[in-house]
């Protein structure tokens, strides 16, 4: 979110973007295979489905030994590594992609001679600093360029026997200007100051101008928010007024408008409450995760809503105590949350249900039916709240909460 460099990023991501892979070329792994691998590979061998023990996601995970006992990839040698015999086997039950079109011809080979070069893993494009000497490109219009960037953009230009376009008019600059940096036209005397200034470095002044207006971070936060699902309402049934996201809004505006690196804006939002000692907009900024969609059950009482919010703050805040090596007397576990998701869900649990994994955590079957409202006695009993004088109202008649199961739940929650 770096926004003295916004413009020089959008034209060199333009060209870096166009380069095509050629035979005479070393293979580029974020140019040539990490698209194949993207589009025909990572959707069974990457993150959480690992086919095989095989996953393309990370480079340890690539190269790792996989349930065969060897690596997919020898580096080297492509005739040797199973990843590339998979991509030309005979037998369609063996040849990978599995349930997909077999590989083209050419993308074979371009993973065959990076195999074959090495298999060098880069990181993603985004995150690695440009080499600041990529030599200029050559181009015959020599006097249409007016800085680097413009020679990389006019050289593909006149590859594809294109021209550029002439230079717009004033009137026509600053409104495009404006409507893409703070989404607003300029008004009369702004254009006007505009149109006045004849200075060579003008268009720079009114570019630095909007980066620094407030107008800036409003405009391109809608972009996030929208990504964010941020909505000032709930969004389900009654679509209820969320009286204080808007601070969480605020938040997201005032950290474009700051220039806050996208690492630090990704964190905060991600786990921001989990940082040492966290700022109060730190932990604002973790109101990102609430920005789902949600419902309120017209049966709904009042004790109800409040341990909707208890939930929601224990599905949250015993995770710092876990990492500090503190067991929280509910729930115990990293996941905590899963209990009391299952019981905001409505439902219940049935005989025989194995609750989380049991090679992982040891968790066995339980014996009876646990039912949604067993689950919140439960969790009242270990509150401290006598549950048995408490009732719930369900269409439209009162229940009085029971603990028929309780102790099949607390060996669930402990």
């Not at 876990?322 to 905590?336: L, S, V």
């Not at 905001?344 to 079957?365: H, I, N, Q, R």
């Amino acid at each position: 979110m770096v926004k003295n460099r916004y413009l020089v990023h959008i034209l060199f991501l333009g060209w870096f973007s166009s380069c095509q892979y050629s035979d005479n070329d070393t293979i580029s792994y974020n140019r040539d295979v990490r698209p194949i691998f993207n589009e025909k590979c990572l959707s069974c061998h990457g993150g959480v489905k690992q086919m095989g023990g095989f996953s393309l996601l990370f480079e340890a995970d690539a190269f790792q030994v996989t349930k065969s006992g060897k690596p997919a990839i020898v580096r080297g040698n492509h005739q040797n590594s199973e990843l590339y015999k998979r991509l030309v086997h005979k037998d369609l039950e063996q040849r990978m992609p599995n349930e997909g079109p077999a590989l083209s011809s050419k993308e074979i080979d371009i993973i065959a001679r990076w195999i074959d070069e090495g298999a060098k893993w880069e990181k993603h494009w985004a995150y690695r600093v440009l080499d600041s000497n990529i030599p200029l490109p050559s181009v015959k219009n020599t006097e249409w360029a007016q800085n680097d960037i413009d020679l990389f953009v006019l050289n593909k230009l006149e590859e594809k026997g294109l021209t550029p376009n002439p230079i717009a008019d004033r009137p026509t600059l600053i409104r495009r200007l404006y409507l893409d940096l703070v989404g607003l036209p300029p008004t009369l005397e702004e254009a006007q100051q505009f149109f006045e200034d004849s200075g060579e470095n003008a268009l720079e002044k009114q570019v630095d101008n909007l980066l620094t207006s407030p107008h800036f971070g409003e405009h391109w936060a809608a972009m996030w928010l929208d990504l964010a699902r941020y909505g000032d309402s709930q969004g389900y049934q009654k679509d209820n007024v969320r009286k204080h996201i808007w601070r969480y809004r605020d938040w997201v505006i005032n950290a474009f408008n700051e220039d806050l690196p996208f690492d630090q804006f990704t964190i905060e939002q991600l786990a921001g409450d989990l940082l040492p000692n966290p700022t109060n907009d730190q932990i604002l900024a973790t109101a990102f995760h609430r920005n789902t969609n949600t419902n309120t059950e017209g049966g709904r009482g009042l004790l109800e809503e409040t341990l909707v919010v208890w939930g929601g703050e224990f599905g949250r805040t015993p995770m710092q105590e876990n990492r500090e090596g503190i067991t929280n007397p509910f729930f115990g576990r990293d996941h905590h949350g899963d209990a009391f998701t299952m019981w905001m869900c409505g439902g219940g649990v049935k005989p025989g249900f194995t609750y989380g994994a049991t090679d992982e955590l040891g968790y066995s079957s339980i014996g009876g039916a646990v039912h949604v409202h067993d689950l919140q006695a439960t969790i009242l009993h270990q509150l401290g709240i006598d549950h048995e004088q408490l009732t719930y109202r369900f269409q439209g008649r009162d229940f009085r909460l029971t603990d028929v199961h309780g102790h099949l739940v607390k060996e669930i929650l402990t």
